[in-house]
C-alpha cells in the first residue's frame, strides 16, 4: 500500500537483505486478519508508506543474518503481531517483551507477509512442526494466539465449563482449543447456521443467543455453581 486508505497494488521489489540479528523469511502463506485494516486505513500509529500488510505467517527461514542465534536456513517458522522486543526499554527490562516500546509489527510498522519475503527480527519467530501445513498454521500466528492465550490465562480448570462467544475467525479455534483442553465447551453464536459447524469442532453445547437469554443458558448448564474435586469451583469463561 503506498498511502492510508488506497488500494494494494501488486509491485516488484528487490529482495529484503536481514540486518543483525534479522532473519528473512520465504513467505508459505499468509492469513486475512481485520486488524491489517490498521495498516491499509492508517488507524494505527506509527505506520510509514509504502507498507505491506499481512502479521499471519507461515513459512521457511530463507537467510540469517549476523548474531540471529539458534536459526538456520530451511527451518519452518510463524511470525505473528509480536515483530520481536529490543531488550532495554522499561517493559522489556520488567520481562513484559510482548510490551516492548520500541517493538515492530509486521503487517503494520514493518512490512508483512502480502510478500514472497519478510525480513523480521529473529525474536519474533516462532517453530513450525514439519506435519503442519502453511495453510493452517499461519492463522494461529494471531487468532490462534489470542484464543490460546485467553483459555490459558482465564484460571479455568479442565472439567470446568468454558463459554466462547462467537463462532467466527477467531471463535472457531478456541472452541477447539476448549474442547482438547478438557472444557466442556459451551458454544455461543448468533442464530442457529453456526450449531453444525460448532458441533463438528466438538463444542458440547450450542446456545443461540438470538433464541434465548445467554446467562441462563450457562446457568441451566450449572454455571459457577458446579463443583469438582478441586475445592475450588470452575466458572464459565468467556474466551
Excluded at 58 to 71: I, L, Q, T
Excluded at 114 to 122: H, K, M, P, S
Excluded at 202 to 217: I, L, Q
Aim: proline share 6%.
Amino acid at each position: 500500500m503506498s498511502e492510508a486508505g488506497g488500494p494494494l497494488e501488486l509491485r516488484e521489489r528487490e529482495i529484503p537483505e536481514p540486518e543483525p540479528g534479522e532473519v528473512r523469511v520465504r513467505v508459505q502463506a499468509c492469513g486475512v486478519c481485520h486488524s491489517d485494516s490498521y495498516a491499509m486505513e492508517g488507524r494505527f500509529p506509527g505506520v510509514m508508506y509504502p507498507v505491506v500488510p499481512g502479521h499471519e505467517v507461515a513459512g521457511v527461514v530463507d537467510a540469517v543474518g549476523d548474531g540471529a542465534h539458534g536459526w538456520k536456513a530451511g527451518e519452518r517458522v510463524g511470525v505473528g503481531w509480536f515483530g520481536g522486543s529490543c531488550g532495554y526499554c522499561e517493559p522489556c527490562r520488567r520481562g513484559d517483551l510482548v510490551d516492548c516500546q520500541n517493538k515492530p509489527i509486521p503487517g503494520v510498522t514493518a512490512d508483512g507477509g502480502y510478500a514472497e519475503y519478510l525480513v523480521c527480527r529473529a525474536g519474533a519467530l516462532a517453530r513450525m512442526p514439519d506435519d503442519l501445513r502453511a495453510e493452517e498454521a499461519a492463522p494461529l500466528m494471531c487468532a490462534g494466539v489470542t484464543t490460546f492465550n485467553a483459555l490459558r490465562r482465564s484460571g479455568a480448570r479442565a472439567g470446568g465449563l468454558v463459554a466462547v462467544l462467537g463462532i467466527g475467525g477467531l471463535g472457531h479455534l478456541g472452541v477447539q482449543f476448549a474442547v482438547r483442553l478438557g472444557f466442556e465447551t459451551v458454544a455461543v453464536a448468533r442464530g442457529g447456521e453456526k450449531e453444525d459447524l460448532a458441533r463438528r469442532l466438538g463444542a458440547h453445547h450450542y446456545v443461540d443467543s438470538e433464541a434465548e437469554d445467554v446467562a441462563a443458558a450457562l446457568s441451566r448448564l450449572g454455571g459457577g455453581s458446579r463443583r469438582c474435586r478441586s475445592s475450588t469451583p470452575p466458572r464459565p469463561t468467556l474466551a
